[in-house]
């Protein structure tokens, strides 16, 4: 069948790669996608949110199967603009319906859900700019740091955490009186802090059954030893070598299980990815957020270690007999270490020169931010590419992913050089 994803990102280029490799892959289109997908499938110039344009793509192309990379095509209702449309509904489409999606477009949305369903997360309470003063008083019940976000999507921005109580109130007032973050914060949750090292988990789920897929860890901040800005994510290990066999129990029994059951008794229509963010407290799992999509740069790690067809996988969801199939995992780590423009998370410049990709061996070399310019590949966003290498251990893994780095030029060129470091 004729496939397309939807993105422009590593998440993207590893669907399309493992795609690709499917023998029920005729014809692949990623749309817009980047330098790397553009060697493996046709790019389309078409933007991820112009529904109109994807629907005459997939009509003149007769796709059968549609991959939602990112979240903001999901969270603005892709799923239910193709299952209401009649020359469409028949498309497998891989992504939450717009009401599932919520469980990450809106912060308060997934913290009901998670209370209504007793899986393990943090106390809260959330605010509204009529009730900021409330905000305050409840801020001062609270031991710091203080944990406080924007409600809805901020492209990874909308979460601080703040160690003294004058700032936090400060930054609620911000947040809620002079929409810090847009429309986003016009809703604030703040939420206890909890302590202890993150990881996360992702289910493929068809909405009554599901697949736990491997864990993995990213690295968010942009600097070495977890400092410095936030990023997308400069790099990921799979699996957590901390998520034992008993610890993952934990997750499955109060976590994905009741997740799952969640979204069946509640008629939520759920297709698709749910990435599950953990913190582990004690020896407990709680649950930080949800996700309704892959990771980037954690899809870099998770996919290539997923041996079973991904198309077979994806057809098994569409029709909802995930439970017909079982998953093969490589139970090999991997390890992927993301390069990005200098400046990033800051303002970069775009268009630099990159060279030494074919001279990587032993690695997969997933584009993020990169595009052909007159025949050349040239750096087209903050992150630009993730080298994924495997190894009996993370280690070692590590070790081939960081070589391979070094073949790798482009100006002003930076990645962490200390992945694994808390590990
Ligand atoms: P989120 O966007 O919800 O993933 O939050 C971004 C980051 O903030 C997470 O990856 C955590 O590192 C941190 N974080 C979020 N919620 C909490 C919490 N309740 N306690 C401690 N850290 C948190
Ligand atoms: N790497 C974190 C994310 O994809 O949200």
Redesign the pocket.
């Known amino acids: 069948m004729n496939i397309l994803v939807l993105g422009s990102g590593g998440r993207e280029h590893t669907f399309a790669y493992k795609i690709a490799q499917s023998n029920l892959c005729d014809k692949l289109f990623v749309a817009p996608g980047n330098a790397g997908t553009a060697d493996i499938a046709t790019n389309i110039s078409i933007s991820v949110t112009d529904f109109d344009a994807i629907k005459n793509l997939v009509i003149d192309e007769k796709i059968e199967m549609v991959v939602v990379g990112p979240e903001d095509p999901l969270v603005q209702g892709i799923a239910d603009f193709f299952a209401n449309d009649s020359d469409l509904k028949n498309v497998a489409l891989i992504g939450p319906s717009k009401e599932g999606a919520r469980l990450e477009g809106s912060?308060e949305y997934a913290k009901e859900f998670l209370f209504r369903h007793n899986i393990p997360t943090?106390a809260y309470q959330s605010f509204t700019a009529n009730t900021v003063n409330k905000g305050k008083e409840f801020l001062e019940t609270l031991k710091p740091?203080y944990?406080l976000?924007a409600d809805g999507l901020a492209a990874?921005k909308?979460?601080l955490?703040l160690q003294d109580l004058e700032t936090a109130k400060a930054e609620l007032e911000n947040m809620l009186t002079n929409k810090k973050f847009g429309a986003a914060s016009e809703k604030v949750v703040i939420?206890?802090?909890?302590?202890g090292i993150?990881l996360s988990v992702f289910v493929l789920t068809d909405g009554k059954n599901y697949i736990t897929l491997p864990t993995a860890k990213d690295y968010?901040r942009i600097g070495e030893g977890d400092t410095g800005l936030?990023t997308g994510g400069m790099g990921a290990i799979s699996p957590v070598p901390f998520a034992d066999s008993s610890f993952m129990d934990k997750i499955e029994e109060r976590v994905v299980k009741p997740t799952v059951e969640g979204l069946t008794k509640e008629k939520i229509e759920y297709k698709g990815f749910i990435f599950i963010?953990l913190?582990k407290v004690g020896d407990d799992p709680k649950v930080?957020?949800y996700n309704v999509r892959m990771g980037d740069p954690e899809t870099e790690v998770v996919l290539p270690r997923v041996k079973t067809d991904l198309v077979s996988l994806f057809n098994h969801v569409s029709n909802q007999t995930l439970d017909k199939i079982d998953i093969d995992i490589d139970p090999r780590s991997a390890t992927t270490v993301m390069t990005v423009s200098g400046g990033y998370p800051e303002a970069y410049e775009k268009g630099k020169e990159i060279t030494g990709i074919d001279q990587i061996k032993d690695s997969i070399v997933f584009h993020a931010g990169t595009k052909i310019d007159n025949g050349k590949t040239v750096t087209n966003g903050g992150r630009v590419i993730a080298i994924t290498s495997f190894d009996d251990d993370f280690r070692k893994a590590l070790e081939k992913s960081y070589q391979n780095i070094e073949k790798l030029t482009f100006e002003k060129m930076y990645y962490r050089k200390d992945l694994g470091f808390d590990l």
């Open positions: 912060k943090a740091p944990v976000k990874g909308g979460v955490i939420e206890e802090f909890l302590d993150e968010k936030n963010g913190i930080i957020e």
